[in-house]
């Protein structure tokens, strides 16, 4: 079976950066489209950043500029370099990919990552 796990979250201060990573791993044939989401409490789940498989990337209005989207095929991972942070960007972090293996393509997401910025 398929498993993406997040790694990277943390506490930082508003204008700090953070890094978050996403590997994943598993019966992998090809790795489609990755990306991140996150939810904050109370709120509904939302899109953050997307990355296709040729690198055309896609981000929310709330953080274009301050984040940056990429991925490394080799390592089957994502990343989501976070930078000038403010306290509306705490959130629970998922990473989220699109996997082909022998029988078709599947949705997957991870168990999500802590990211709170304090002011």
């Known amino acids: 079976q398929v498993q993406l796990v997040e790694s990277g979250g943390g506490l930082v201060q508003a204008g700090g950066s953070l890094r978050l990573s996403c590997a994943a791993s598993?019966?992998?044939?090809?790795?489609?489209?990755m990306g991140w989401y996150r939810q904050a409490p109370g709120k509904q789940r939302e899109l953050v950043a997307r990355i296709t498989r040729d690198l055309s990337t896609n981000y929310a209005d709330s953080v274009k500029g301050r984040f940056t989207i990429s991925r490394d095929d080799a390592k089957k991972m994502v990343h989501l370099q976070m930078n000038s942070l403010k306290p509306e960007d705490t959130a629970v972090y998922y990473c989220?990919?699109?996997?082909?293996?022998?029988?078709?393509?599947?949705?997957?997401w991870g168990q999500g990552t802590q990211v709170t910025v304090s002011s």
């Open positions: 598993g019966s992998i044939l090809s790795i489609f489209g």
């Open positions: 989220n990919a699109y996997i082909g293996y022998g029988l078709g393509v599947s949705v997957y």
